[in-house]
């Protein structure tokens, strides 16, 4: 199709709608809109809000992006990723070629406050290649009229966030930020778990007071520091009952339960059997009742 909108050429301009199946609804990253335009200067786009989030590879010129984070210049060889849920505008700042994918899915969000939170809205890569390809892909596929495979689609789009969550993970933490330090510290709790584990050790580690590093370590990983080491040794004990014939003194030596009677009751609460029964009967399967439709 050819683009309506002022200040977008005609030529070598064009973009695809696509409708995707249930099943890709509730399983896949999907393609909503797909396009290749070029802008000349002074176009503008605002939108209180749109049903995607917005992936745009900047191949020529410069872009204004605005988001709640503020204004943010795409230049080229950048790419700009927008929740368009969310207010936003953008606009061409000289005539500009930009490569554009509208896409969503279940961990669409997910992926993008992970990707967001890190780079930001307009970034750049080391070598911009495989994501560059990948999204190429998914314009080609509908520009030559290819068939639409959604699992393929659905691995294109993968590729693409997998790529920016990498460079986001790589990228130098700020102050606010400490990715790696924190990794090191789930590390440290996996070799140790048959060691206390007090928070005061643990921030150490990451060389911050308790309170700052309860407070990071919550928002790097979603656990407190207390939930993730119990949670952490509850996973080895399952591998253990599993996987061993350890008696049950030897199972909380190594898995850093001091009381075995709060170890069993712990256990009990959590997954409905006793120690003794996991071992014999494995993991409850889940309710069909819970499962979702």
Known sequence: ????????????????????????????????????????????????????????????????????????????????????????????????????LHFDGPQARAYFELINGKLGTVFSLRDPSYALTRLSGIFTTFHTQQRVSEPKMAKHITDILTEFAVAASDSTPSPQRQPHIIENVLSYIANHLNEPLPIDELASIAYMSEYHFIRVFKKETGYTPHAYIIDSRMHAAKYLLLNSDVALKQLCDECGFTDPSAFCAAFKRKTGMSPMEFRQHGAPSPDPADARP
């Open 1 to 100: 199709m050819k683009p309506a909108e002022h200040s977008i050429l005609n030529e070598g301009s064009d973009f695809y709608i696509y409708t995707p199946s249930k099943t890709a609804l509730r399983t896949f990253f999907y393609p909503l809109r797909v396009g290749s335009f070029r802008y000349e200067r002074g176009y503008r786009q605002e939108r209180s809000s749109f049903d995607s989030f917005l992936l745009m590879a900047i191949r020529r010129g410069r872009f204004a992006v605005s988001t709640g984070q503020g204004e943010q210049i795409a230049g080229e060889g950048s790419f700009a990723l927008i929740d368009c849920y969310d207010h936003h505008s953008y606009g061409a700042l000289e005539d500009s070629d930009v490569l554009w």
